[in-house]
């Protein structure tokens, strides 16, 4: 069947839907969802059982040693196949596909992160058409590949004992990840499209940008056209809001492939600003091509100006690492990005747009698509272009050498080469990466003794890993997105040695990996931090998705197999709370507790690394999001529920942020501005006791420069406690101008388990205006890490959650929800940091 979609006058454009699926050895066709994969149209058929739930991945590995096949039938109308040209698009099949059309082969595909458009003008036929795709077993396909070689590569992730993952260009992650399963689809996963058209069509559309001053922004159209009637033709380019005086040329174009070069001018260009800066603005720019009866091709583009370098040179102080947007450094905040699903096509729109939403929320002006995922949908760079999100984009090879013959590479300069071409108008496009951990990995994992491998086998890959990573890839850069900064794998530095925190990125595991306290964060500042994490728990109802109600423990059957990082995981979750916590009462205390573990450190990090600006430029934490309900480092869970971390990441990634630290006697207060202006503030210390009783107050105006971090006060702390017994203090600061807060934080002189917290009285009151609750807190004495919760609604989004509520000082939290005051006053759950203690 096909489904139509409007396009210029003289082409058409249709989608093909109405798929079934079978396996190639059964005569059973089942229907299919498309784009789709064969886990997820098993699961709809209940031939399989939720792979996200119990222990179910398992009993899902068969599926991957089978092959698969798709088909659809559709009518295709006369006045379709009197058009000069007939095309399928094929925007994206995994992996190793045969395609047949009306039982003739027309395709053999093997990459799932290209698209490809085949001519099918000679088989098409007016009336009824089959399309059929054989999708080959992944694992089948590839292990020739491997006895061939006759060695195993070092894919540590690849969750099996003959790790393939390195021989299919496919999403790395499904073969297995420190916080994923391995579900190693099949399947259509992006849209098919049969398109046809007369005389001519566009292929691309690039709209370079050249130069821009306030004055001008020099743009440099390249117009890939296919013409199967050569001739003369007019080429338009067209603003939609008459940003510019439209161009037209009329020119002759030869049969084939052909790239057209058309130089124009924005004046008074309005610039396209990071979150935090300003508005993105963006540029809708239309390109036309006709003859005189009128449009044969159109094509619309979003463009959006602005200059981006990323500085990567040596400085006094080693080698810097930072961008530079529209001319002014920028200190990048966000966080590692994975896919949303095991299921890549099972990702809505909705999802997208509201993990954009959390990010903006959060403060991030900055995301990587880090190497073993995928390269994103065109709905993921749209809305990184639309929220002035800057995009990191690696290219997707993760943790392992990959082979390097003839047929591997040309299969990568395909991808490379489909992928720059597909991303590279976004504004939010910041960097190309070639790779993740890879370099690093080989000059420090003991890859070579640890695996055996002999002289010659260890040279391959070295020199494998110079031809992808140092040649192709940057070739290919250079080719199709000149300009854009390259590098061949983050991090730069490794994260073992002093001087490896003076050059480039990092990715610095100590915390976690290495088992070093939080602390360590302070004193491990790299010139970028391009990874740091922690792990925790999710909520108790998205852990209730996958473990039954008797799984209380971490170590329960369901919940250690979603447990993935096999080397730390719980052991690590567990020391590092009962280094800084009491150990929690019982198993909701623990994942709320894992939480808080979690979101606590990670704020040194993000503090420190703040601070340090301009040394360091860059925090992008591991990680953002899940592809499964799990434990992991992410900050948002599979659900898309905030865990305790990113309430902490917007208050840390604010652009105007207050933090103490104490070092030997002293604290010492910081502002940190990412502002571009500079701001004039009071600033407020007040140090109390745990019931609110004053022991000291401070209050001095301040000046805070432009884009800085100062310290902007310093006092001894026996100044600011007097006699105060430190386990039994607490030290609030806040930055206000106009009357409003514009940052506050919360210091302790002792560590939490040695606080002495008292049981708090927490008074609740609630009103209700239009579709907001306002929830207001009252406590008679510190309550730490207060969490809201509602009793039937996991997804209730409380506008501030696991914060400290300090005696003397109320606070609201809104709350968007449609229930009425009495409803929620009984729907609504309290805790605190003291309710996980046992006595
Ligand atoms: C980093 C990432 C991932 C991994 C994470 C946690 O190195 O690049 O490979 O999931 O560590 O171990």
Redesign the pocket.
Known sequence: MLTHIATAQRSEEKILDSWEFSRTDDTRWRKASVPGTIHTDLLQHHLIPDPHVGMNEKAVQWIDKEDWQYRTAFDVPADWTAHDALELELQGLDTYAAIYLNGQHILKSNNMFVGRTVDVKEVIRTGRNELRIVFYSPIKHDMPNFLQDGLIYPAG?DASDIPLSVYARKAPYHYG???GPRLVTSGIWRPVKLRAWDKVTIRDAWMQQRSITDEQAQIQAAITVFTADAGKYKVEITSKDNSFRPIQQKTFLSKGEGILQLPFTINQPKRWWPNGWGTPHLYTIQVTISDDKGILARKEVKIGLRTIQVINRPDSLGESFYLEVNGRPLFAKGANYIPQDNFLPRVSDKKYQQLFADMKAANFNMVRV?G?GSYENDRFYELADEQGMLVWQDFMF??TPYPSGKTFLANVKEEAAYNITRLRNHPSLALWCGN??VGVAINNWGWKEGYGYTNQQWERMLKGYEQLFRELLPQQVATLDSGRFYFHSSPISNWGKKEDFTKGDN?Y?GVW?GMEPFDAFRSHIPRFMS?Y?FQSFPQLATVRHFAGEHENDSYSPSMLSHQK?TTRGNQAINTYMLRDYRAPKDFPSFLYLSQVLQAEGMKIAMEAHRQAKPYCMGSLY??LNDCWPGPS?SGIDYFGRWKALHYYVRKAFAPVMISAVQQQDSLHTWIVSDELQPLTAMLEITVMDIQGHIINTHKQQVHIPANTSSKVYAAPTTQLLGKADTSRVICYMKLVKDNKVLSDNVHYFASTKALQLERPAIAISITRQQEELYITLRTDKLARHVYLSLKDDPDARFSDNYFDLLPGMPVTIRLHAGLSTQAAQQQLQVMSLIDTYKH
Do not use: F, L, V
């Open positions: 992730n990840w420190d916080w880090w073993g993760a943790c993740n951990e990715h595991w990996h990874e994490g990082s591991w990680q480092w």
